[in-house]
């Protein structure tokens, strides 16, 4: 299987690589992970006083579609609200990326790390308890 | 010879469904099948029964492949319960297991970057403990307490220790060549 030129730009260039400190005003983390293929994903965002994602950061574990479709997201999020943000689907990322149909679920890896992001900044801001349990019931 | 499709691959191989089976057994009866229909034995048979001999046979294969893999057999095992694991679709683990398995993939990174080979091999005989503990474990959900939940979700970290598994063995064969 040959990996698509975007996958391999992101593989071989990834944006955003790293950690925001723990104790950074505004960041939320969210960590997923694929059994599939045992790929462990983690997307920091860093949203401002207006609620929009100014910055986010990825570590990932995982293929170079998993890697390409978390370093995707994060130049994606950026400049978003969060709920711009939950608007983004493992298809656009799927179709961005060329993945074939095996690495599907590296795109839905990366649309879930998204959400569990938004979800873990809206619990530490006490806002919209609704839409978080909403949130947890779409994945189980 | 009987064949007789609507077996599930337990049934097929004479196996009462559990996680824990008699191994030794598992195999004598595959084998039985396997001589009983090897294609050998059919050169007198018509196309048609031939074509069942061997639809039989690669049943019976894949019933075997299934079950004598402890993994595939618990997911098996699930799936007869009406239990799926969605390994493709659902990325929700615990934030505790995620951690572990990132400090793990770091680990391993750091060790091979380092090219200590006695690190990697202390993490692989860490990493067969926490294996057979939590393979341990999933006997006691699925043959006894038939908490099919909680199994699943048993067997998705093990996927997840398999992938451990894996890169410990590519850092050390990259480091041994």
Redesign the interface.
Known sequence: MSYSTKVLDHYENPRNVGTFGKEDEGVATG??????????M?LQIKVNKDGVIEDAKF?T?GCGSAIASSSLVTEWVKGKTLDEALTIKNTQIAEELALPPVK??CS??AE??IK?AVADYKARHGEMQGEMVET?AC?? | MNFDFSKNHFELLGITPAYQIDLIRLEQTYRDIQSQVHPDKFAHLNDAERRLSMQWSTQANEAYQTLRHPLNRARYLLHLNGFE?H???????S?A???Q??EW?EAIGEARAAKDTSELEHLSSKLRADVQAQQQQLAGLLDSDKDFEKAAQV??EL??????R?EINYALEALEA
Do not use: S, W
Not at chain 1, 31 to 40: Q, W
């Open positions: 960590m997923v992970g694929a059994p599939a293929c045992g790929d462990v983690k570590k574990y599907i679920h839905v890896l879930d790390a569990a947890a994945k189980g | 694991l390994e493709e679709t659902n990325t929700a683990m934030p297991f995620l951690m398995q990132m993939r067997v998705r996927k997840f220790m398999e992938k451990l894996e």
